[in-house]
């Protein structure tokens, strides 16, 4: 039992080498489009980083559902960060030979197996064998004929050829008037049988949307193309560049009903006629242990399938007490599918809380009409409350637009202050007087200053506020608030710029966009608090000695 113990476990690290080297090996699989129509070619693409594969993948399995047209292999190696990566990519062109749903089994290289794919062959349109086709034709289509003002249709021009053309070819851009146009990814190849003769396809697909109800027109395209001489040359050696019968097609109009806003939407919110929409939110960092002045980031993301991202209104703001908001720029994205744009818009904004206890969120909503399912819809999350726990650490500013209310002062207390005042104006008389007797004595060396001057803290500050440093900016004016007589929150209760500065400086601490801060407002502010509610700065060296010689 012992020897049988040790041999597994001798035997355990080839067993789990080779585990890895299972995983690791591994056969990528994709086509380039999941729908197509009956008699069209589809490009399946097998990729692999395993260098020691050789040969190609087995395609028997793929024989009783596919004809394989062709077959190619492109060997790629990059370089990144000093890493070598070698890939091989075999691309497969498969005619499926019958509709409906197929499926492309798995195939096999090596000990490396590719995943199933499923297609969706729909039957196409009869072609109209009696109406003669030339060489080169051009077909426009539209996924719906009729669709609400400013939602999304897709039209798909595509250009077929029984010879082939010279690159020089060219399809004009996309035109149609009062109508929005984003074209959906690069435009794909393949080859589609009709009447029995192969074709090769180049497909183009717009997302449309007309900004004005009624009836819309789809101009006709035109596609210049260079058919390719397949004669020989008669002089194989001369150096001329070869030519080509030239081809103008065209294809047919196409009419478009575009009908108006349904009387149902609600005529307050944006208009947003979506095949889908969803929302979704995220924190960083998660709010459950949220204390006052920690900046919580929050991300509201809808998406709206059917719609571009600039089509996306801004979703509702956080306002709510208790919590200050630094909103940042929006991030828009869109994704091509089978179905059209996928149009995102992401909502950022750090909060602040300012004080402790519960905050509630309100819910957030978002109301969109269904073009799928053509009814109005409405796209919530829920409402959230925030727990908000005390920052001992933290020092507070007293929110801007509060005023330190004094309700009552007693009699003990305003006895303190006017002795305090009578004991200042004496030392300040003494202070007077031992400086006027000093003046006859004579010069002597000044004593160490221990701390910074008035002057230098208030010059550091000047600095930071030019270098636009809001980090540096917040300490140098930590400084000098310390050689004030009164708070921060004091002075900025009493005098509005210098509020709206410091609002402003917290803005770019708390917020992403703090590269973007000027402190040119700040200073402005500090040099316009009023006489009596700061410390006057030292104009310059006076070269007296010290207030009391030693």
């Not at 009729?146 to 250009?159: H, K």
Request: with cysteine; charged share 20%; net charge negative.
């Amino acid at each position: 039992m012992t020897r049988f113990t040790l041999s597994m476990l001798a035997l355990l690290p080839a067993l789990l080498l080779c585990t890895i080297r299972a995983q690791a090996v591994e056969l990528v699989t994709s086509v380039d489009r999941s729908r197509l129509n009956s008699g069209e070619t589809v490009e399946l693409t097998l990729e692999t980083t395993d260098v020691t594969q050789f040969g190609k993948p087995d395609l028997t399995p793929l024989e009783p559902l596919f004809e394989v047209r062709g077959t190619r292999q492109v060997n790629q190696s990059t370089t990144l960060d000093g890493d070598n990566r070698a890939t091989t990519r075999w691309i497969i062109t498969l005619l499926p030979r019958q509709n409906g749903s197929v499926e492309i089994p798995v195939l096999q290289l090596g000990e490396a197996q590719s995943q199933p794919i499923t297609l969706q062959v729909v039957e196409s349109e009869t072609q109209d064998s009696s109406k003669p086709r030339g060489p080169v034709f051009i077909d426009a289509s539209l996924d719906q004929h009729s669709v609400y003002v400013q939602a999304q249709a897709i039209l798909t021009l595509r250009i077929y050829h029984s010879v082939s053309l010279y690159d020089d070819s060219s399809l004009p851009p996309l035109q149609i008037a009062d109508v929005r146009i984003e074209q959906l990814g690069e435009s794909r190849t393949f080859e589609k049988d009709i009447n029995g003769l192969r074709h090769g396809v180049i497909e183009m697909r717009y997302a449309i949307y007309p900004q004005h109800s009624g009836e819309l027109i789809i101009p006709a395209q035109i596609f210049n193309a260079a058919l390719v001489d397949a004669r020989p040359p008669q002089d194989a050696t001369s150096q001329a560049p070869k030519s080509g019968r030239l081809m103008r097609v065209s294809s047919s109009e196409i009419m478009l009903t575009v009908k108006a806003k349904p009387s149902a939407y609600p005529a307050d919110v944006p208009w947003l006629p979506a095949r889908s929409l969803s929302l979704s939110e995220s924190w960083n960092p998660p709010p459950d242990h949220a204390q006052v002045g920690d900046s919580l980031t929050r991300r509201l993301t809808v998406k709206a399938e059917g719609l571009a991202s600039s089509q996306l209104p801004p979703l509702p703001l956080t306002d709510v007490n208790g919590l200050r908001r630094y909103p940042d720029q929006p991030v828009l994205g869109n994704q091509n599918s089978e179905r059209g744009l996928i149009g995102s818009r992401e909502d950022r904004e750090a909060l602040v809380p300012t004080r402790s206890g519960a905050i509630e969120l309100p819910a957030v909503e978002v109301t969109w009409w269904n073009t799928f399912e053509d009814h109005l819809e409405h796209s919530s999350l829920p409402a959230q409350t925030l727990q908000v726990a005390n920052n001992p650490g933290l020092m507070v500013d007293t929110p801007t637009g509060a005023s330190p209310a004094i309700s009552a002062v007693d009699s003990a207390t305003l006895w303190r202050w006017k002795l305090s005042s009578l004991i200042l104006a004496c030392t300040t008389l003494l202070g007077f007087g031992l400086w006027w007797r000093a003046r006859w004595q004579p010069a002597i060396l000044r004593a160490a200053q221990t701390g910074p001057s008035p002057r230098t803290v208030l010059d550091e500050l000047k600095r930071a506020c030019q270098a636009n440093s809001p980090h540096a900016t917040r300490q140098a004016l930590d400084a000098w608030a310390r050689q004030q007589p009164e708070t921060l929150a004091e002075m900025a209760a009493r005098f509005v710029p210098l509020s709206n500065a410091l609002d402003g400086l917290n803005g770019a601490l708390y917020s992403e966009t703090g590269q973007y801060w000027q402190g040119e407002e700040l200073w402005r502010a500090i040099k316009a608090i009023p006489i009596a509610d700061r410390v006057q700065a030292p104009v310059g060296d006076s070269g007296l000695p010290p207030l009391y010689p030693k």
